[in-house]
């Protein structure tokens, strides 16, 4: 069955980093556009980045873009999340999901990522 598992949260200081990681199985990653999407307790899951099935087009959320970076290598079905200088409203459940939109697709589990000041 189709399956995304994300990787890599944790808790990091103001002005850190972190990396995460989200695997694809059962899926045609090469053909499938993909997404970042996090949610803080008590708010709704909002946008990060999405990434064009090859790679060649990225879009962020205003409140991220010149901090993350959103890649991926389709020879191991693999998405990434590079996020620099964190802030703790970056604090939230991280999630992938293949697609653009919020609705529908496939969603992985989320990892948590918790930036602290």
């Known amino acids: 069955q189709a399956q995304l598992e994300e990787s890599g949260g944790g808790l990091v200081q103001a002005g850190g980093s972190l990396r995460l990681s989200c695997v694809a199985s059962g899926i045609q990653f090469g053909l499938s556009q993909m997404a970042w999407y996090r949610q803080a307790p008590g708010n709704r899951r909002e946008f990060v980045a999405v990434?064009?099935?090859?790679?060649?087009?990225?879009n962020y959320a205003d409140s991220v873009k010149g901090r993350f970076t959103i890649s991926r290598d389709n020879t191991k079905n693999t998405l990434y999340l590079q996020m620099n200088h964190l802030k703790p409203e970056d604090t939230a459940v991280y999630y992938c999901?293949?697609?653009?939109?919020?609705?529908?697709?496939?969603w992985g589990q989320g990892t948590q990522v918790t930036v602290s000041s």
């Open positions: 999901k293949t697609g653009a939109t919020r609705g529908g697709g496939i």
């Open positions: 990434i064009s099935s090859r790679g060649a087009n990225t």
